[in-house]
């Protein structure tokens, strides 16, 4: 006995000192949490080496660069390399990283942790030769505690190890590397813990919301008593109602507060007015603050009717949303904000209010632009279980990692408003097995130990009766991917159930291309890793008029028809919204990126854009194609989108060619007409007013190049971007829809050329490059900025050409 009173003893003393201590430590420590940008500085060497982990290993010769990366993306494109053009037909390998740094001593009481928002794949992470762990998912994120290994005030490395040698893994491409951001974070030994707050909003009217904020505080010292007051702030930063609770004893490593604040007249979110609160919870001993943490808040009620559809806010809401893989086209996987911002604006002006992070957890900075910009979200886990798709994917981690994955992404994620929908999984295999009996209800209970707001789905490529996961009775939502014919079945197959689109459409359009007839609508066959046909011998294109689709596909026009027709299908997921690299359909090289897109790769839209526009968009649309530079004679098909008015009227020359209106549940209208060099007009009218004019002209010979920026100025933050179009125009300034001219970039100042693209899925030019063809007459260089502010002068010229030049200022 006397040793264990003993033991108790200096257990008290020890106590007593540091509780003695705890005054003098808080009036030293910083108030709050420092959350600092770890992007910069590091080293990269693509290949295997020995004992790259030590301190002492020797990376000086080691290629210089700043994160995000993804190496992939800087290869050369065969259908050799083991991905294969499913995978984007680029190289993957290992990969090491290494940096270099230093923290003050005076951080010597703070306890340090490193944020990964991803990392593609089978990552390792060493910090001063000691490993801190390992994570095989490529799309998750996560932190290590670097505290215990850290050389205060002296020089301390951090590597990662990143393993995509073992192909294929994916169905689409991935990428290879750090290809998201990275944060060095620093608190107190008494602050929120990671991802540690979770709001809801139970209580939803005119006249007031209720709040509820749960924060999971970590202790890293004995038992300590704190305060912690949580303010709600307006969007204009005014503090509205707050919640304190005082002297609040800590003794478990991890403590859960519970606060609720009542909101009166809150502004709702919406997607058409995406409000946002914040919630500031603030740890105190006394004066001292020892952290700070803010959680966005959208408050907003809604549900999902068997018979009404999507209900956000006590009103019926369609949801108009497209489904989206990781990649930013020629700038790979490696995000970048301002790159992801460009996609939603893109999609928002079509009309667009949904987004699906097909097939896998996002990037953090996705789902912050969602909350800002107004996107219903459907945040998805897995593309597969226990079964695979692919040899090498994540169904070889799947039992021992699925959990830790689900939770880390809920906890990161179940406080953004934009996320309305938790997807467990994609075309999963088991559906049709009664291992979904088992696997869909726990990963449910994963979900719903975390996250009880939101409804659960899957994306079901079997929406039958005999589904094996709908019946395990674990979704909330069946999710239907395509399979159109049945939604009109929806009720006698699932009665009582609630319908969502999770996946839809599978058209296919290569932007400038057009064959005719129009009318003739043609499903590639199930053998469809046949080459398309192609008479104008020009490589592998599709159709740009919308009458393509893939088997189990159907064409936009069809599917919208129907999803609009019915309130009971609250909406749907387009696959896609953009062109994607990797998964070409049909799977035939030379092509090396998809052709699903309504947007092509460097982000122009297709004809297609502009019917959903003109369905989607609150404003007036009149959009007619195609060009007009034929043969002689050729009989040309001339679709017109429009809305906003009851006919259509078009001019060929001056000569009217008839007035067209849309007939029962017609989406577009159509002309037939021989080609004759000259000028289309068409007037949109209602009631015998003119509502927009739109006009084609034959184009000439390609004499100059125009680059129109999207933004003339950028930020001299070293990742703001501008994106620069390029145009091949005629003398009179028209677009040459054949131009195919080779551009060449030059470029100085205070920025460089992050890549260059034109949307063509066959091209095997480099991402990485100086130089870029026109595709139909349209190119595009991505600017980035650099970290000095002053001017960027970008010129363009081409043999033949005119060439152009441009001034970007970097503030």
Same mark, same amino acid.
């Given at each position: 006995?006397?040793?264990?009173?003993?033991?108790?003893?200096?257990?008290?003393?020890?106590?007593?000192?540091?509780?003695?201590?705890?005054?003098?430590?808080?009036?030293? +420590?910083?108030?709050?949490?420092?959350?600092?940008?770890?992007?910069?500085?590091? $080293?990269?060497?693509?290949?295997?080496?020995? !004992?790259?982990?030590?301190?002492?290993?020797?990376?000086?010769?080691?290629?210089?660069?700043?994160?995000?990366?993804?190496?992939?993306?800087?290869?050369?494109?065969?259908?050799?390399?083991?991905?294969? #053009?499913?995978?984007?037909?680029?190289?993957?390998?290992?990969?090491?990283?290494?940096?270099?740094?230093?923290?003050?001593?005076?951080?010597? *009481?703070?306890?340090?942790?490193?944020?990964?928002?991803?990392?593609?794949?089978?990552?390792?992470?060493?910090?001063?030769?000691?490993?801190?762990?390992?994570?095989?998912?490529?799309?998750?994120?996560?932190?290590?505690?670097?505290?215990?290994?850290?050389?205060?005030?002296?020089?301390?490395?951090?590597?990662?190890?990143?393993?995509?040698?073992?192909?294929? !893994?994916?169905?689409?491409?991935?990428?290879?590397?750090?290809?998201?951001?990275?944060?060095?974070?620093?608190?107190?030994?008494?602050?929120?813990?990671?991802?540690?707050?979770?709001?809801?909003?139970?209580?939803?009217?005119?006249?007031?919301?209720?709040?509820?904020?749960?924060?999971?505080?970590?202790?890293?010292?004995?038992?300590?008593?704190? *305060?912690?007051?949580?303010?709600?702030?307006?969007?204009?930063?005014?503090?509205?109602?707050? *919640?304190?609770?005082?002297?609040?004893?800590?003794?478990?490593?991890?403590?859960?507060?519970?606060?609720?604040?009542?909101?009166?007249?809150?502004?709702?979110?919406?997607?058409?007015?995406?409000?946002?609160?914040?919630?500031?919870?603030?740890?105190?001993?006394?004066?001292?603050?020892?952290?700070?943490?803010?959680?966005?808040?959208?408050? /907003?009620?809604?549900?999902?009717?068997?018979?009404?559809?999507?209900?956000?806010?006590?009103?019926?809401?369609?949801?108009?949303?497209?489904?989206?893989?990781?990649?930013?086209?020629? =700038?790979?996987?490696?995000?970048?904000?301002?790159?992801?911002? $460009?996609?939603?604006?893109?999609?928002?002006?079509?009309?667009?209010?949904?987004?699906?992070?097909?097939?896998?957890?996002?990037?953090?900075?996705? =789902?912050?632009?969602?909350?800002?910009?107004?996107?219903?979200?459907?945040?998805?886990?897995?593309?597969?279980?226990?079964?695979?798709?692919?040899?090498?994917?994540?169904?070889?981690?799947?039992?021992?990692?699925?959990? /830790?994955?689900?939770? &880390?992404?809920?906890?990161?994620?179940?406080?953004? #408003?934009?996320?309305?929908?938790?997807?467990?999984?994609?075309?999963?295999?088991?559906?049709?097995?009664?291992?979904?009996?088992?696997?869909?209800?726990?990963?449910?209970?994963?979900?719903?130990?975390?996250?009880?707001?939101?409804?659960?789905?899957? +994306?079901?490529?079997? #929406?039958?009766?005999?589904?094996?996961?709908?019946?395990?009775?674990?979704?909330?939502?069946?999710?239907?991917?395509?399979?159109?014919?049945?939604?009109?079945?929806?009720?006698?197959?699932?009665?009582?159930?609630?319908?969502?689109? %999770?996946?839809?459409?599978?058209?296919?359009?290569?932007?400038?291309?057009?064959?005719?007839?129009? &009318?003739?609508? $043609?499903?590639?066959?199930?053998?469809?890793?046949?080459?398309?046909?192609?008479?104008?011998?020009?490589?592998?294109?599709?159709?740009?008029?919308?009458?393509?689709?893939?088997?189990?596909?159907?064409?936009?026009?069809?599917?919208?028809?129907?999803?609009?027709?019915?309130?009971?299908?609250?909406?749907?997921?387009?696959?896609?919204?953009?062109?994607?690299?990797?998964?070409? %359909?049909?799977?035939?090289?030379?092509? $090396?990126?998809?052709?699903?897109?309504?947007?092509?790769?460097?982000?122009?839209?297709?004809?297609?854009?502009?019917?959903?526009?003109?369905?989607?968009?609150?404003?007036?649309?009149?959009?007619?194609?195609?060009?007009?530079?034929?043969?002689?004679?050729?009989?040309?098909?001339?679709?017109?989108?429009?809305?906003?008015?009851?006919?259509?009227?078009?001019? =060929?020359?001056?000569?009217?060619?008839?007035?067209?209106?849309?007939?029962?549940?017609?989406?577009?209208?159509?002309?037939?007409?021989?080609?004759?060099?000259?000028?289309?007009?068409?007037?949109?009218?209602?009631?015998?007013?003119?509502?927009?004019?739109?006009?084609?002209?034959?184009?000439?010979?390609?004499?100059?190049?125009?680059?129109?920026?999207?933004?003339?100025?950028?930020?001299? &933050?070293?990742? &703001? =971007?501008?994106?620069?179009?390029?145009?091949?125009?005629?003398?009179?300034?028209?677009?040459?829809?054949?131009?195919?001219?080779?551009?060449?970039?030059?470029?100085?100042?205070?920025?460089?050329?992050?890549?260059?693209?034109?949307?063509?899925?066959?091209?095997?030019? #480099?991402?990485?490059?100086?130089?870029?063809?026109?595709?139909?007459?349209?190119?595009?260089?991505?600017?980035?900025?650099?970290?000095?502010?002053?001017?960027?002068?970008?010129?363009?010229?081409?043999?033949?050409?005119?060439?152009?030049?441009?001034?970007?200022?970097?503030?």
């Amino acid at each position: 006995m006397f040793p264990v009173k003993t033991q108790a003893i200096k257990v008290t003393v020890a106590l007593l000192f540091v509780l003695m201590l705890l005054p003098f430590y808080a009036a030293k +420590a910083q108030s709050g949490r420092q959350t600092l940008d770890f992007d910069k500085g590091w $080293r990269f060497h693509l290949g295997d080496d020995k !004992n790259v982990e030590s301190t002492s290993f020797n990376d000086k010769l080691w290629r210089q660069l700043d994160l995000p990366h993804d190496w992939s993306i800087e290869g050369t494109f065969s259908k050799d390399n083991p991905a294969k #053009p499913e995978g984007g037909a680029l190289p993957g390998g290992l990969g090491w990283y290494r940096k270099t740094f230093t923290i003050p001593t005076t951080d010597k *009481n703070k306890i340090i942790y490193i944020d990964f928002g991803g990392v593609y794949q089978k990552s390792d992470v060493w910090i001063n030769g000691h490993h801190l762990g390992f994570r095989p998912n490529g799309y998750i994120s996560f932190r290590y505690e670097l505290t215990p290994y850290l050389k205060f005030g002296g020089t301390n490395v951090i590597v990662v190890k990143v393993d995509n040698s073992v192909q294929p !893994n994916s169905r689409w491409y991935s990428g290879s590397g750090i290809y998201r951001n990275v944060w060095l974070v620093k608190t107190n030994r008494i602050a929120v813990n990671n991802w540690g707050t979770y709001v809801s909003t139970p209580r939803v009217n005119a006249q007031s919301a209720d709040v509820l904020v749960s924060t999971k505080v970590r202790l890293k010292m004995p038992a300590s008593s704190v *305060n912690i007051n949580t303010t709600i702030y307006n969007a204009q930063g005014k503090a509205i109602v707050s *919640n304190i609770k005082s002297n609040i004893t800590l003794s478990d490593s991890i403590s859960t507060v519970n606060q609720t604040l009542t909101v009166k007249s809150p502004v709702l979110w919406s997607v058409d007015q995406p409000y946002l609160y914040k919630a500031v919870t603030k740890i105190t001993q006394g004066k001292t603050v020892l952290d700070t943490y803010t959680t966005n808040v959208g408050i /907003r009620s809604f549900v999902f009717d068997a018979d009404k559809g999507f209900i956000l806010n006590g009103k019926p809401v369609k949801i108009l949303g497209a489904c989206d893989h990781h990649d930013l086209g020629s =700038l790979g996987a490696a995000v970048n904000t301002r790159a992801l911002e $460009r996609q939603l604006q893109i999609l928002k002006e079509m009309g667009c209010n949904g987004i699906r992070t097909s097939h896998n957890p996002p990037a953090p900075e996705l =789902l912050d632009l969602c909350d800002k910009m107004g996107f219903i979200v459907m945040d998805e886990a897995f593309d597969c279980w226990e079964k695979g798709k692919v040899d090498y994917d994540y169904h070889l981690y799947f039992k021992q990692w699925h959990k /830790r994955d689900l939770e &880390d992404q809920i906890l990161r994620d179940r406080n953004h #408003p934009s996320v309305f929908i938790w997807s467990i999984g994609n075309e999963i295999p088991q559906q049709a097995d009664t291992a979904a009996l088992r696997i869909a209800p726990e990963l449910a209970r994963i979900v719903h130990s975390l996250d009880q707001s939101r409804p659960i789905t899957t +994306a079901n490529d079997q #929406p039958t009766k005999f589904n094996q996961i709908v019946k395990s009775g674990a979704v909330d939502l069946v999710g239907y991917n395509y399979h159109h014919q049945l939604y009109e079945k929806f009720h006698d197959d699932f009665p009582g159930m609630k319908f969502i689109g %999770t996946e839809t459409t599978s058209a296919l359009e290569t932007r400038g291309f057009y064959d005719m007839p129009s &009318d003739s609508i $043609r499903r590639w066959p199930i053998a469809w890793d046949k080459p398309f046909s192609n008479p104008d011998g020009n490589g592998n294109v599709v159709s740009a008029y919308d009458n393509v689709s893939a088997p189990w596909g159907s064409l936009h026009e069809e599917t919208w028809k129907l999803i609009k027709k019915h309130n009971y299908l609250s909406g749907m997921y387009i696959w896609t919204g953009f062109d994607y690299l990797g998964e070409p %359909t049909p799977y035939s090289w030379p092509s $090396r990126s998809s052709y699903f897109g309504i947007i092509d790769l460097a982000g122009f839209p297709k004809d297609v854009y502009y019917m959903y526009q003109s369905e989607w968009a609150d404003k007036p649309v009149l959009h007619i194609f195609p060009h007009w530079n034929w043969k002689p004679g050729k009989v040309v098909d001339i679709w017109a989108y429009y809305n906003h008015a009851d006919e259509v009227e078009l001019f =060929l020359n001056g000569k009217s060619l008839s007035v067209k209106k849309k007939q029962g549940e017609d989406l577009h209208v159509m002309w037939r007409v021989p080609f004759e060099a000259g000028t289309l007009k068409a007037v949109s009218r209602l009631n015998g007013k003119v509502v927009l004019t739109r006009t084609i002209n034959t184009a000439g010979k390609a004499a100059k190049i125009e680059l129109i920026p999207d933004r003339n100025n950028i930020k001299a &933050d070293g990742k &703001d =971007l501008s994106f620069v179009t390029i145009k091949i125009l005629d003398k009179d300034g028209n677009v040459v829809p054949d131009a195919e001219n080779r551009v060449n970039f030059k470029i100085n100042g205070q920025g460089f050329i992050a890549s260059v693209d034109n949307g063509d899925p066959v091209s095997h030019d #480099p991402f990485k490059a100086s130089y870029r063809k026109a595709f139909h007459g349209l190119a595009l260089a991505i600017i980035q900025a650099k970290e000095k502010a002053g001017a960027v002068n970008l010129t363009a010229e081409s043999e033949g050409l005119q060439g152009a030049s441009v001034v970007i200022k970097v503030k």
